[in-house]
């Protein structure tokens, strides 16, 4: 769940819901990407579709927990074994969100606090899969510049959808791209799509009470209406 908190509502976007943007940018891409990789960005979180459903109260903020604002321990068990979530789709595109998963636990965060064993256990699992995908062609070094791909197309979803004003990403293959965001009008530079302009989308809900309790909190979310945010994209 990513909550945009201004103080007088909050916004709440699920984590698939975001995947679907960074999707909509994948699929918008000046080189066509691969299906699989497409894939990938459509589902890099689908670890958390449960969770979103029903997320728990940040009771100091009175409102649905943000996924960073989960303990360590549940973010782990909710990423544990992600790849087999996918593997009957597309064992390559879950390759690619297990090394999204371990991406993410190396590049944010101190590197004192990594949980070593997560990773350990994930990477054999990749190291499986590799072996099980040897003879399509697919290598580490290969699935491992797919996943930075993923990477980037989640950072530049992640900055529309949480309302930042400007970010910079260098995992797409290309030169660093900016990104600067302005409500619902976002510049980027250089241009990396094929049209010459693009709108993205996401579901979501707006919520303008706080909780106090729980299941309070859940039963607002089951009632509460869908709205649909777009974000305009245009050259620099």
């Not at 299906?35 to 459903?53: F, G, K, N, P, R």
């Not at 979530?85 to 390759?95: D, G, H, N």
């Not at 499986?128 to 290969?142: D, K, M, S």
């Given at each position: 769940?990513l909550?945009?908190?201004?103080?007088?509502?909050?916004?709440?976007?699920?984590?698939?819901?975001?995947?679907?943007?960074?999707?909509?940018?994948?699929?918008?891409?000046s080189?066509p990407?691969?299906?699989?990789v497409i894939?990938?960005?459509?589902?890099?979180?689908?670890?958390?579709?449960?969770?979103?459903?029903?997320?728990?109260?940040?009771a100091e903020?009175?409102?649905?927990?943000?996924?960073?604002?989960?303990?360590?321990?549940?973010?782990?068990?909710?990423?544990?074994?992600v790849?087999?979530?996918?593997?009957?789709?597309?064992?390559?595109?879950?390759?690619?969100?297990?090394?999204?998963a371990?991406?993410?636990?190396?590049?944010?965060g101190?590197?004192?606090?990594?949980p070593?064993?997560?990773?350990?256990?994930?990477?054999?699992?990749?190291?499986?899969l590799?072996?099980?995908?040897?003879?399509?062609?697919v290598?580490?070094?290969?699935?491992?510049?797919?996943?930075?791909?993923?990477?980037?197309?989640?950072a530049?979803?992640?900055?529309?959808?949480?309302?930042?004003?400007?970010?910079?990403?260098?995992?797409?293959?290309?030169?660093t791209?900016?990104?600067?965001?302005?409500?619902?009008?976002?510049?980027?530079?250089?241009?990396?799509?094929?049209?010459?302009?693009?709108?993205?989308?996401?579901?979501a809900?707006?919520?303008?009470?706080r909780?106090?309790?729980?299941?309070?909190?859940?039963?607002?979310?089951?009632?509460?209406?869908?709205?649909?945010?777009?974000?305009?994209?245009?050259?620099?």
């Amino acid at each position: 769940m990513l909550i945009r908190d201004d103080d007088e509502t909050r916004i709440a976007i699920g984590q698939p819901a975001h995947a679907s943007v960074a999707a909509q940018l994948a699929n918008a891409w000046s080189t066509p990407l691969p299906h699989d990789v497409i894939l990938a960005t459509a589902q890099h979180d689908i670890a958390w579709s449960e969770w979103d459903l029903r997320p728990p109260l940040h009771a100091e903020a009175r409102r649905a927990a943000a996924f960073f604002e989960a303990p360590l321990d549940e973010r782990i068990a909710t990423w544990e074994r992600v790849d087999r979530r996918l593997e009957a789709q597309s064992p390559y595109a879950a390759l690619l969100v297990s090394l999204h998963a371990t991406n993410i636990h190396t590049r944010y965060g101190d590197p004192d606090r990594r949980p070593t064993a997560f990773l350990e256990r994930t990477h054999a699992a990749q190291d499986e899969l590799i072996a099980r995908l040897a003879g399509t062609g697919v290598t580490r070094e290969r699935a491992e510049a797919d996943a930075d791909l993923v990477f980037g197309f989640d950072a530049l979803s992640l900055t529309l959808c949480l309302g930042r004003t400007e970010a910079t990403v260098d995992s797409l293959g290309v030169d660093t791209i900016t990104i600067r965001v302005d409500g619902d009008a976002a510049i980027v530079d250089p241009w990396p799509f094929a049209p010459d302009e693009l709108t993205v989308t996401a579901y979501a809900r707006r919520f303008t009470e706080r909780f106090d309790d729980e299941g309070a909190l859940h039963r607002a979310m089951e009632a509460a209406p869908y709205e649909r945010l777009e974000w305009h994209l245009t050259r620099a």
